[in-house]
T-cell receptor, first 113, second 113 residues
Framework: KNQVEQSPQSLIILEGKNCTLQ??????????LRWYKQDTGRGPVSLTI?????NTKSNGRYTATLDADTKQSSLHITASQLSDSASYIC????????????FGAGTQVVVTP | DAGITQSPRHKVTETGTPVTLRCHQT?????MYWYRQDPGHGLRLIHY???????DKGEVSDGYSVSRSKTEDFLLTLESATSSQTSVYFC????????????FGQGTRLTVV
């Protein structure tokens, strides 16, 4: 069973609208949680990194939240643009000495004009 | 962009042939990783390296081997390619502190026919 579950699997939104992606994890021991954006045919690119003590982190129109008690995170995209069409991947890092990543399967976002 | 290059970017090979993928970095990062990405799955770890000549297996290591003779190069070898190894392969690098950024290569699309 994947230790990082993302929802929804995919969504379609109109340009200019907001959306929120969810990530639930059971990974332990927890070090930090990352959100990555992956454009088609490209490697993932980091959006945010949060430790357990951080509740919110923003990167432009992207805002990530973390509730370490409930082991939930969300990524909010504000005023979506066509360039936001991508897969968004939630990644949890353990505190192992070499830092083992656990990847969610991603949420595919399509922004339409 | 971080200095990480994968080669080749695309490859088609026949079942039973050996294949080597190369990951080259110019960041002098200690940790290097090989992942595969398949539809419906998050990125899955094949092998990783925590230093020159120091490597270990990930969750899907069967049929793969790796070598790291220099800090900057991490090679992934499929000893005898099978159709189940058709996938997109990503290399990632990361520096020592567990909270540091991880950077991904552009990916190698491998098709085994």
């Amino acid at each position: 069973k994947n230790q990082v579950e993302q929802s929804p699997q995919s969504l379609i939104i109109l340009e200019g609208k907001n959306c929120t992606l969810q990530c639930n994890y059971t990974v332990s021991p927890f070090s930090n949680l990352r959100w990555y954006k992956q454009d088609t045919g490209r490697g993932p690119v980091s959006l945010t990194i949060m430790t357990f003590s951080e509740n919110t982190k923003s990167n432009g129109r992207y805002t990530a939240t973390l509730d370490a008690d409930t082991k939930q995170s969300s990524l909010h995209i504000t005023a979506s643009q066509l360039s936001d069409s991508a897969s968004y991947i939630c990644v949890v890092l353990t505190t192992d000495s070499w830092g083992k990543f656990q990847f969610g399967a991603g949420t595919q976002v399509v922004v339409t004009p | 962009d971080a200095g990480i290059t994968q080669s080749p970017r695309h490859k088609v090979t026949e079942t039973g042939t050996p294949v080597t993928l190369r990951c080259h970095q110019t960041e002098n990062h200690r940790y290097m990783y090989w992942y595969r990405q398949d539809p419906g799955h998050g990125l899955r770890l094949i092998h990783y390296s925590y230093g020159v000549k120091d490597t270990d297996k990930g969750e899907v290591s069967d049929g793969y081997s790796v070598s790291r003779s220099k800090t900057e190069d991490f090679l992934l070898t499929l000893e005898s390619a099978t159709s189940s190894q058709t996938s997109v392969y990503f290399c990632a690098i990361r520096d020592v502190p567990v909270g540091t950024e991880a950077f991904f290569g552009q990916g190698t699309r491998l098709t085994v026919v």
